[in-house]
């Protein structure tokens, strides 16, 4: 069915992101139905020379999602459409919410193999920015896509095919609107979930072994206490029953969509890098050095230290090693620039790749060095987008160094 679509629709109102610390005002805004809608908006705005970014649950707080010209919201496109639990995958809607889609998922007996720190993000924001989880095991959320359908710059709705899925993950919506993802799924299963109050000095000597020993393994460090709470998932009867210096505060056991991510409510800024797994510990012990000589009074929440398995796309942070992930954690109602700032220059000492979605200040000058991959995901990018309809100011000086 083609649909006729005369106008874009004029937007007065601001966006912004789930911190607060985003906020922009797109000319056009958009919240199409079908794969027909998006090629229709696509074509339009090209047409009129004007920049469009697909955006999700705007949980994204780096300029990823900031759209001056046409802000194409994609969560109408929602839902399970196919899927085949025996060879374990699903065809879902770019739009769904990682928690609908968990629960429709385990209906039907298949999972994700794993999830992030919360579970509202839709699945397209999170294959676009390698939203991750944590366990030594396990790969970014980006991984599983191995399929599906997007619409390209030239407005025509295309499959994505195994040409296109290295760059596809972690590709901040600048190859095209994905409508819906074919995800690489797990059967259904069930996870104990356990937290721990503990000190640092009491746990970091364990943290190596734990990590290798449990599926799922984070760690929260508060700086104005020193203390600790490591957060622990495995499969129901196994695990550590006790871990030394630690004192067990929760225990929940349920279907691996239902503990695996906890609801925030507490809005925080973020700056998170991916180090080298064998720089992790190095590298947060220098951070928590400088954060008590520096910005303890001035850092209002925590510091988390997680682990993502390597994988193969052009853009993850996780591409070609092992990655520990450190994130700082500052109440939105609290200044992050100076703290932030700082302790950025720390990260990229250690080879650190920053978070797409979070706050930093690189652009595609810093950048390339760190991305074996980046010129193909460069020349593919071209290939797909030649006149940049997908490519706002920032984007272009992420990408391509311009603007
Ligand atoms: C409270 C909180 C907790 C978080 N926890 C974690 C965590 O545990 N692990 C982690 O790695 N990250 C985490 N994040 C970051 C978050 O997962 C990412 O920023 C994610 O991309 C947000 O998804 P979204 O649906 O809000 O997408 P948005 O932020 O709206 O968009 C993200 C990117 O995806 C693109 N995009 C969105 N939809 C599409 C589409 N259909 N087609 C093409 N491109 C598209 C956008 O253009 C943009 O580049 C967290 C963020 C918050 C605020």
Known sequence: MNIRR????????????????????????????????????????ARRGLKVRPTGRLHSSSPIIAADDVAVSMGNMSGVFEHDAEERWALVGAGTPLDEMGRDLNDIGLATHNLGDINVQTVGGA????????????????????????????????????????????SMGTLGLFTALKLRLLP?????????CTTLDACFGQLEELSRRCR?????????????????????????ERIGGA?????????????????????????????????????????????????????????????????DAYLSTAYGRDTVTISLHQNNTLPYG?????IERIFLRYGGRPHWGKKHSLGAEELEPLYPRWAEFRRLRRKLD???????????????GEG
């Open 127 to 170: 294959v676009s920015t390698c939203t991750h989880g944590s366990g030594r095991r396990l790969t970014n959320l980006a991984t599983m896509l191995i399929g599906g359908r997007m619409v390209t710059a030239d407005g025509e709705a295309r499959e994505i095919g195994s040409d296109i899925i290295p760059a596809a993950r972690g």
């Open 247 to 311: 004192r067990l505060v929760l225990e929940r056991e349920g279907w691996s969509n239902e503990v695996l991510s906890r609801k925030r409510v507490l809005r925080f800024d973020e700056m998170e890098y991916a180090v080298p797994i064998e720089a992790g510990p190095e590298c947060f012990l220098e951070i928590r050095k400088r954060i008590m000589e520096r910005h303890r009074r001035a850092v209002g929440w925590r510091v988390l230290y997680r682990y993502v398995a390597a994988d």
């Open 216 to 240: 799922n393994l984070d760690m929260y460090w508060y700086p104005r206490s020193d203390r600790v709470k490591l957060r622990i998932l495995d499969p129901p009867g196994e695990g550590r």
């Open 386 to 400: 030649p006149d940049g309809v997908f490519l706002t100011d920032y984007m272009s000086r992420l990408l391509e």
């Open 188 to 196: 259904r299963y069930r996870l104990r979930r356990r937290e721990w």
């Open 6 to 45: 005369d106008a874009l629709h004029p937007n007065r109102a601001e966006m912004a992101n789930w911190s607060g610390s985003l906020v922009f005002r797109p000319r056009f805004l958009e919240a199409p139905r079908s794969e027909d809608e998006v090629a229709a908006i696509v074509r339009q705005a």
């Open 338 to 342: 100076e703290y932030f700032d700082d």
